[in-house]
């Protein structure tokens, strides 16, 4: 496993942070829409409402954060760096954010238009991103560095998933834009999406990130090294199975039931890993991890639930708890370690030392904040509570609980807005902190000078 990781190829910082900054934004969007739609955005899974908030969720705020992530880890981890970083990021962003915010109103509006041009704009945004990762990925397959196997190979299948997903999703687009509707590919669109993409680039993600923030043992080995084929090779029997007429429907539930163990195996060796992590004191970070992991593990009574023909709450609890329990906790929690992480690390590259002068480092340790500095843990412990209650809400109002509905959208907004604030005085520290690093310089040069320079 590659616990070291090579900080000389840390892209830019307009390449990852702008996917960064959308997730609060579209978390807080989702939360409004919520709160203004009520009960009715959670009688179906397929109300329009319902809908737009799915893919404000899947798209917005996981999409940002998952594309974000892969353009920061790979090359940092692996030795993987995307061609044209910069532009190639700045391109995905932009189409990314305008096809999600053009999806999501074309279902509360139905307009068709809306549809084509989310087909459009989405499937352009994938199509560059997947090529450029696939280019990445075949150029510099000989520089991987050793250890990184684990990464990337789950990296690759969720590629071949996004891949899969968008397919389908832009299909699914496009016919409603034309006025037609393609029902059959709807559950391979969702399942692909979530335990394809999402879920084995979370694999991924955490396979690299427990270790080393949550000083952690290191995935056991059997575990990395066939979870990432067990995974998509039941998702490729389930497919299988569902487009083959005549089959009992049990054949198709047992390929459910094993990708749905596999997840659950995964969960609760992440859960015994943070555990048993060698810092005794829990961070927020932690407590996020353990709240998706927790929800990752609920999801088995809640298929059971599901296979028992219960209804429609039964699916849309379930797609929550995915969603919003497990994906969202994850990728909120590792916001908080990647973006003070990022914010310090481009600061530290600003420091310009001539000749190693002993004088001028200490000048810049006086204005360079400490790495928890960017966000106290006593701010990400308050979003966290408003966070868990949020997961709570949702997954009641899923549930059909009295007065969640109303309760669900209101603590998302808060939360996300929590999380908007955090971010916000994390990038107010790093340029002031660059402010001061500027000055330092000349205040440094003057002969007798040992006064602080201004922050």
């Not at 899947?58 to 981890?77: C, F, H």
């Not at 459910?256 to 943070?274: G, M």
């Not at 809640?302 to 906790?329: F, H, N, Y």
Request: proline residues 7%.
């Amino acid at each position: 496993m590659q616990r070291a990781l090579a900080f000389d190829n840390t892209p830019a910082l307009r390449v990852p942070l702008p996917f960064f900054l959308n997730v609060p934004a579209f978390a807080l969007l989702a939360g409004l829409l919520a709160l203004w739609a009520g009960p009715q955005a959670f009688d179906s899974r397929w109300a329009p409402t319902t809908l737009a908030l799915t893919h404000l969720f899947t798209l917005g705020v996981l999409g940002s954060a998952m594309l974000g992530a892969m353009m920061q880890i790979l090359p940092v981890a692996c030795n993987v760096p995307f061609p044209r970083a910069t532009r190639v990021s700045a391109w995905v962003h932009g189409l990314l954010t305008t096809g999600t915010l053009s999806l999501a109103w074309a279902f509360l509006s139905m307009r068709a238009w809306a549809f084509q041009a989310s087909a459009g704009l989405l499937g352009t945004a994938f199509a560059v991103f997947i090529g450029g990762a696939g280019l990445a990925l075949w150029r510099h397959r000989h520089q991987v560095y050793k250890g990184a196997r684990e990464i990337l190979v789950p990296v690759r299948a969720a590629l071949a998933g996004l891949a899969l997903t968008a397919v389908l999703g832009v299909a699914l687009a496009g016919a409603l834009g034309h006025g037609r509707g393609l029902p059959g590919l709807i559950d391979w669109h969702a399942l692909w999406g979530l335990a394809g993409w999402a879920g084995l680039l979370l694999i991924s993600m955490s396979f690299q990130l427990i270790p080393i923030f949550q000083v952690t043992e290191i995935y056991p080995k059997p575990l990395t090294r066939w979870l990432p084929f067990v995974i998509p090779g039941l998702l490729l029997a389930w497919t299988a199975l569902d487009a083959t007429d005549g089959l009992p429907p049990l054949m198709r539930e047992t390929a459910e039931l094993l990708l749905l163990a596999a997840y659950v195996v995964y969960a609760l060796t992440t859960w015994h890993l943070l555990q048993h992590r060698k810092r005794p004191r829990a961070e927020p970070t932690t407590w996020f991890w353990h709240l998706a992991m927790l929800c990752l593990i609920a999801c088995a009574p809640l298929w059971i639930w599901l296979t028992g023909d219960a209804g429609a709450r039964a699916p849309l609890t379930l797609g929550i708890c995915i969603i919003v329990g497990a994906l969202w906790s994850a990728v909120n929690g590792m916001l908080y370690k990647i973006m003070p992480f990022l914010l310090w690390k481009h600061a530290q590259d600003h420091m310009v030392i001539p000749d190693h002068d002993p004088a001028q480092v200490r000048a810049y340790l006086l204005v360079m904040p400490k790495m928890t500095a960017y966000i106290p843990e006593s701010r990400a412990l308050g979003q966290f509570v408003v966070h868990t209650l949020a997961v709570a809400a949702w997954l009641g109002a899923g549930l059909g609980l009295p007065g969640c509905a109303w309760a669900a959208g209101g603590l998302l907004a808060v939360s996300a807005a929590w999380l908007a604030l955090n971010m916000g005085c994390a990038l107010w520290t790093y340029r002031r902190t660059l402010r001061a690093m500027a000055a330092l310089p000349l205040a440094a040069a003057a002969p007798g000078n040992t006064s602080r320079p201004a922050a």
